[in-house]
């Protein structure tokens, strides 16, 4: 699988986990769930980066995105 897929889905797990963690904090719910999907975006985005031998950048993940993207619309 390419390091570039794997990172845009750990990101997009992580922040959609991220604004439940943020919802359920706020309506004093358990956020076990959403810390999960929290932890497993973080653990992709990890894995994403040591398939590409810690070669990521801030400013590569926007060209992660749109390689995704095309690969998807290819």
């Not at 590569?60 to 095309?70: E, K, Q, S, T």
Request: glycine share 6%; net charge negative.
């Amino acid at each position: 699988m390419n390091s570039d897929f794997v990172l845009v889905i750990g990101l997009a797990v992580a922040v959609f986990a991220l604004a439940s963690v943020v919802s359920a904090w706020s309506d004093h719910r358990p956020v076990v769930v959403s810390g999960l999907l929290l932890a497993i975006g973080a653990a992709l985005t990890v894995y994403a980066c040591a398939l590409n031998d810690w070669q990521y950048q801030l400013r590569d993940v926007p060209m992660a995105f749109l390689n995704v993207i095309g690969m998807v619309m290819h």
